[in-house]
């Protein structure tokens, strides 16, 4: 692609032309993938959820790009701050987990195994229930609180791919990840 083909490609996706934002993400996608495991800290889903933020934030701040020239860096630097603000979380969360997980052999008996599963079911029922109304909640609903639908099963019941429903469950996982942490830290720090 020249750079003029570039420079209108970068106009049309400012636009919202999706075929346009396509192809900058075709072009694109495995630079700011490698950018992302240049951090230690982050494991495969936190890459690809920079990956998925990067081009969500430079496809919706696009507009103000004022040079399409600057493009490249310019989403490289996006994918860079969003990197590093999630890798200082990451090695946060493995402090306190480490931390915690002395504390709980030291502390903590064992609890019974029903126990612990009815607290992890009333956890992510109640996760799922903090979710906004959306495709993303009733994929997580089908799956995780009715229990009985196999992946393909919610894609067919939602007229979707299978594909579309299992980066739902994969994003509702990664939430989950986030915000157990994130109440932990918030335990830990209070």
């Known amino acids: ?3 003029q083909e570039m420079a209108e490609c970068i ?3 400012a636009r919202g032309d999706q ?3 396509a ?3 075709q072009r694109f996608h495995a630079s700011v993938r490698r950018v992302a ?3 230690a800290a982050l494991g495969t889903a936190e890459v690809e959820d920079v990956v998925q933020e990067t081009f969500v934030r430079a496809f919706r701040e696009l507009p103000r790009l004022q040079h399409p020239r600057a493009f490249s860096g ?3 630097t996006i994918a860079r701050h969003h990197a590093y603000a999630l890798s200082r979380g990451a090695k ?3 402090r306190v987990e480490e931390s ?3 504390e709980a052999e030291v502390t903590a008996p064992a609890l019974p195994p029903s126990l612990t599963l009815e607290r992890r079911v009333a956890v992510v029922r109640a996760l799922i229930e903090e979710l906004p109304e959306g495709p993303e909640k009733e994929t997580a609903r089908l799956f995780y609180l009715e229990g009985e639908l196999s992946a393909r099963e919610i894609a067919e019941r939602l007229g979707l791919g299978k594909s579309a429903v299992t980066m739902r469950l994969e994003r509702f996982r990664a939430r989950v990840k986030r915000e157990l942490l994130a109440r932990l830290l918030a335990a830990e720090v209070g």
């Open 1 to 3: 692609m020249t750079e």
């Open 11 to 13: 106009r049309r996706a």
């Open 19 to 21: 075929p346009a934002c």
């Open 23 to 25: 192809q900058l993400y």
């Open 37 to 39: 495991q240049g951090y």
């Open 74 to 76: 310019w989403l490289l």
């Open 92 to 94: 946060a969360r493995e």
């Open 100 to 102: 915690m997980a002395r």
